[in-house]
């Protein structure tokens, strides 16, 4: 099971200002934006809202997104950047990988072709599942791209020998966004249950397929029945029980209804000995579903399912249904994006390298990686401090986490060498064809890596994307590109903002690796048990009260934050900050104690800045969905549930008993 831990929607990569810069910063005279912080409020009762909360209140949400802040603007950006070198690239015809990239996108704007042609597209794909006649054909065509399935297979890195591809199994998304939604009781679910059938029998009335209602009601029937045997979020974060290689033999004898060894070889996989089975118990159920759920249901399920999934390639009705479900219902978007920012993310996700080939020449600076890679080292040296130093930490522990330390790798900007899609047949008239050639070149590109080893230069994002992340079982962060440039990047803005928010953003990353999750893979990303049982205890001591404090928030009225869901998140963010701090202070020891700038101590401005860095908001529906199933926290809880447990910031702003946000030393959590 593939685990890479997303910063999600990050605010916080702005590189560290060692050089002098000519130019003013964008935000400020030193890196923050005054205009957006609400000094009546007392920072020691509510951090966040001291640092953003006149944008917080004066601040509305864009129409057509779910959320409003630097997380989103930043990407707006972005899509404008890439935009003009996909206009451009549509201009010269002559080169092939221009031409894809301008034929794919034009494919998609041509809205009068798309409606010109109907569900025309749509017939090939649903005669295909019509033509089932039995429970043989029907798993086999589950396997194919494009349609779907109660299980997902493919390639996978083995957790417990990185060096190799596995294949992997494991539970797939269902129609609704996670299990609670079909599970949970409550006015507010069973409303979206009723609009989740009134989205199955209109997307099934558009496309002319009879008896929509008593096939919708078959549909929830048989997800609801999945859902209650599929795994929750938490059970999935557990990389020892989701790791269950199994011989063919094992497989038949826990989902026999699969008929895995003609299903594999269908696909390619058919010399593959192993499949890694991420979920045995969900898969398992699955697999008597496919034996007691009769014929009939799967094939209108797969009919519905793969009409949804692919209703944005259709005419605008099915476009509009599938947005006024998911977007406008489930997360409270009023309006759909414009279309070419649609457009921009699908060539992100099905041609993003080449694109990014094309946005690194344009928009990358080798100073943005000097800058950046002197801020690693600093962070570096700073983990380096923290594990040396921590007293709950016995010496072979140490041992094994400093050499975890040193094989560290970061990435930063762009991979050193790009994916080649010359294989991949794009067509100018056929968007819906377009998308399932992209799902069927990926696919071929997975099974091209099997038996050969792990490629360590493979990027998991473009340089384009606003995020970061990293990956265990490589012991790697990765930084694209487009989260190196303002608001995040300024070598402008004082040291104090720079180590606030990128030094916060890579201690993160960094702490990933000895987050709960994180900690139980090893330098050279194994799934192993490096710890010793007295320092895995301390630790879970540490950690446990930090899940403990974020299950007693409640974000909105009802819903609390899965403090065990989101715990990975949490202590990276916590980890992250005591590093950044002291990457600080490190800063600070070869330059001196910076002057107060406007009142403001060099300790409290990295503070703000890293308050600052997570500016955001979103709407109840997104929130609601975020607080089910995603592993990271809301903005604020974020801020003001991590600064609480350090005590640098307590000195930083006198935070005294009495105070909101004051914790006893005690109840303090400390990663380090």
């Given at each position: 099971?593939?685990?890479?831990?997303?910063?999600?929607?990050?605010a916080?990569?702005a590189?560290?200002?060692?050089?002098?810069s000519?130019?003013?910063?964008?935000?400020?005279?030193?890196?923050?934006d005054?205009?957006?912080?609400?000094?009546?409020?007392k920072?020691?009762?509510?951090?966040?809202?001291?640092?953003?909360?006149?944008?917080l209140?004066?601040?509305p949400?864009?129409?057509?997104?779910t959320g409003?802040?630097?997380?989103?603007?930043?990407?707006?950006?972005?899509e404008?950047?890439?935009?003009?070198i996909?206009?451009?690239?549509?201009?010269?015809?002559?080169?092939?990988?221009?031409?894809q990239?301008?034929?794919?996108?034009?494919a998609?704007?041509?809205?009068?072709?798309?409606?010109?042609?109907?569900?025309?597209?749509?017939?090939?794909?649903?005669?295909?599942?019509?033509a089932?006649?039995?429970r043989?054909?029907?798993?086999?065509?589950?396997a194919?791209s494009g349609?779907?399935?109660?299980i997902?297979?493919?390639?996978?890195?083995?957790?417990?020998?990185?060096?190799?591809?596995?294949?992997?199994?494991?539970?797939?998304?269902l129609?609704?966004?996670?299990?609670?939604?079909?599970?949970?009781?409550?006015?507010?679910?069973?409303?979206?249950?009723?609009?989740?059938?009134?989205?199955?029998?209109?997307?099934?009335?558009?496309?002319?397929i009879?008896?929509?209602?008593?096939?919708a009601?078959a549909?929830?029937?048989?997800?609801?029945?999945?859902?209650?045997?599929?795994?929750?979020?938490?059970?999935?974060?557990?990389?020892?029980?989701t790791y269950?290689?199994m011989?063919?033999?094992?497989?038949?004898?826990?989902?026999?209804?699969?008929?895995?060894?003609?299903?594999?070889a269908?696909?390619?996989?058919?010399?593959?000995?192993?499949?890694?089975?991420?979920?045995?118990?969900?898969?398992?159920?699955?697999?008597?579903?496919?034996?007691?759920?009769?014929?009939?249901?799967?094939?209108?399920?797969m009919?519905?399912?793969?009409?949804?999934?692919?209703?944005?390639?259709?005419?605008?009705?099915?476009d509009?249904?599938?947005?006024?479900?998911?977007s406008?219902?489930?997360?409270?978007?009023?309006?759909?994006?414009?279309?070419?920012?649609?457009?921009?993310?699908?060539?992100d996700r099905?041609?993003?390298?080449?694109v990014?080939?094309?946005?690194?020449?344009?928009h990358?600076?080798r100073e943005?990686?000097?800058?950046?890679?002197?801020?690693?080292g600093?962070?570096?040296?700073?983990?380096?401090?923290?594990?040396?130093?921590?007293?709950?930490m016995?010496?072979?522990?140490r041992?094994?986490?400093?050499?975890?330390?040193?094989?560290f790798?970061?990435r930063?900007?762009h991979?050193?060498?790009?994916?080649?899609?010359?294989?991949?047949?794009?067509?100018?008239a056929?968007?819906?064809?377009?998308?399932?050639?992209?799902?069927?070149?990926?696919?071929?590109?997975?099974?091209?890596?099997?038996?050969?080893?792990?490629?360590?230069?493979?990027?998991?994002?473009t340089?384009?994307?606003?995020?970061?992340?990293?990956?265990?079982?490589?012991?790697?962060?990765?930084?694209?590109?487009?989260?190196?440039?303002p608001p995040?990047?300024?070598?402008?803005?004082?040291?104090?903002?720079?180590?606030?928010?990128?030094?916060a953003?890579?201690?993160?990353?960094?702490g990933h690796?000895?987050?709960?999750?994180?900690?139980?893979?090893?330098?050279?990303?194994?799934?192993?048990?490096?710890?010793?049982?007295?320092?895995?205890?301390?630790?879970k001591?540490?950690?446990?009260?930090?899940?403990k404090?974020?299950?007693?928030y409640?974000?909105?009225?009802?819903?609390?934050?899965?403090?065990?869901?989101?715990?990975?998140?949490?202590?990276?963010d916590?980890?992250?900050?005591?590093?950044?701090?002291?990457?600080?202070?490190?800063?600070?020891?070869?330059?001196?104690?910076?002057?107060?700038?406007?009142?403001?101590?060099?300790?409290?401005?990295?503070?703000?800045?890293?308050?600052?860095?997570w500016q955001g908001?979103?709407?109840?529906?997104a929130?609601?969905?975020?607080?089910?199933?995603?592993?990271?926290?809301?903005?604020?809880?974020?801020?003001?549930?991590?600064?609480?447990?350090f005590?640098?910031?307590?000195?930083?702003?006198?935070?005294?008993?009495?105070?909101?946000?004051?914790?006893?030393?005690?109840?303090?959590v400390?990663?380090?």
């Amino acid at each position: 099971m593939m685990r890479k831990t997303l910063l999600f929607l990050l605010a916080a990569t702005a590189t560290c200002a060692l050089a002098q810069s000519s130019s003013p910063p964008k935000y400020g005279p030193w890196g923050v934006d005054y205009a957006d912080m609400d000094r009546s409020v007392k920072p020691s009762d509510d951090f966040f809202r001291f640092a953003e909360g006149t944008w917080l209140r004066d601040h509305p949400i864009p129409a057509d997104k779910t959320g409003a802040g630097y997380n989103y603007d930043l990407p707006d950006e972005t899509e404008k950047q890439v935009r003009a070198i996909v206009e451009e690239a549509a201009k010269r015809p002559e080169d092939a990988t221009a031409r894809q990239i301008g034929d794919f996108y034009a494919a998609w704007m041509d809205e009068a072709g798309i409606e010109a042609r109907g569900t025309a597209p749509l017939k090939p794909y649903l005669a295909r599942i019509d033509a089932v006649r039995d429970r043989y054909q029907l798993v086999q065509l589950m396997a194919d791209s494009g349609f779907a399935s109660p299980i997902d297979i493919g390639p996978t890195v083995d957790e417990k020998d990185p060096t190799r591809y596995i294949v992997g199994a494991s539970q797939a998304r269902l129609g609704l966004p996670t299990r609670d939604y079909y599970l949970l009781k409550g006015e507010k679910y069973e409303a979206f249950r009723k609009a989740y059938r009134a989205y199955i029998i209109h997307i099934q009335t558009l496309a002319g397929i009879p008896d929509p209602a008593a096939k919708a009601d078959a549909i929830i029937a048989l997800e609801t029945r999945l859902s209650q045997d599929q795994w929750t979020p938490e059970q999935n974060r557990d990389p020892v029980k989701t790791y269950n290689p199994m011989t063919r033999a094992q497989l038949t004898r826990l989902a026999p209804e699969f008929d895995w060894t003609p299903v594999l070889a269908r696909i390619g996989l058919g010399k593959q000995p192993i499949v890694d089975v991420a979920q045995p118990s969900a898969v398992a159920a699955a697999g008597k579903r496919i034996a007691d759920v009769d014929l009939a249901t799967w094939k209108a399920w797969m009919t519905f399912r793969f009409i949804s999934n692919h209703a944005t390639y259709l005419p605008k009705a099915f476009d509009q249904a599938r947005f006024d479900f998911y977007s406008k219902t489930l997360n409270d978007v009023p309006e759909q994006r414009a279309r070419w920012k649609r457009g921009i993310q699908l060539l992100d996700r099905n041609l993003g390298e080449a694109v990014g080939q094309l946005y690194i020449a344009k928009h990358w600076s080798r100073e943005t990686e000097r800058q950046t890679q002197e801020l690693i080292g600093d962070l570096r040296t700073a983990y380096g401090a923290l594990i040396r130093h921590a007293d709950w930490m016995d010496e072979p522990t140490r041992k094994e986490a400093l050499a975890k330390l040193a094989s560290f790798d970061p990435r930063i900007g762009h991979p050193v060498k790009y994916i080649d899609y010359s294989s991949f047949k794009v067509s100018r008239a056929d968007p819906l064809g377009n998308a399932i050639a992209s799902q069927d070149f990926q696919w071929q590109l997975g099974l091209s890596r099997l038996g050969k080893p792990v490629d360590r230069t493979l990027w998991d994002m473009t340089p384009q994307t606003v995020n970061a992340y990293y990956d265990p079982t490589m012991n790697q962060v990765t930084f694209p590109a487009a989260q190196l440039q303002p608001p995040f990047f300024d070598a402008a803005a004082d040291p104090a903002v720079n180590y606030g928010e990128t030094g916060a953003t890579i201690g993160h990353e960094m702490g990933h690796g000895f987050d709960d999750e994180g900690r139980q893979f090893d330098a050279k990303g194994r799934l192993r048990d490096w710890w010793t049982k007295s320092s895995a205890s301390l630790y879970k001591v540490q950690a446990e009260k930090l899940a403990k404090q974020f299950d007693a928030y409640e974000p909105i009225p009802g819903v609390h934050i899965k403090g065990h869901l989101t715990l990975g998140e949490n202590l990276a963010d916590l980890g992250g900050l005591e590093a950044a701090y002291a990457a600080y202070r490190l800063y600070v020891a070869r330059h001196g104690e910076p002057p107060v700038i406007d009142g403001y101590t060099g300790d409290q401005r990295f503070f703000i800045a890293y308050a600052q860095s997570w500016q955001g908001k979103r709407r109840e529906g997104a929130t609601r969905s975020q607080l089910l199933s995603d592993p990271h926290s809301p903005d604020e809880f974020r801020v003001n549930g991590i600064v609480r447990n350090f005590g640098p910031w307590y000195k930083a702003f006198n935070v005294q008993p009495g105070d909101k946000l004051y914790l006893p030393p005690a109840e303090r959590v400390h990663v380090w």
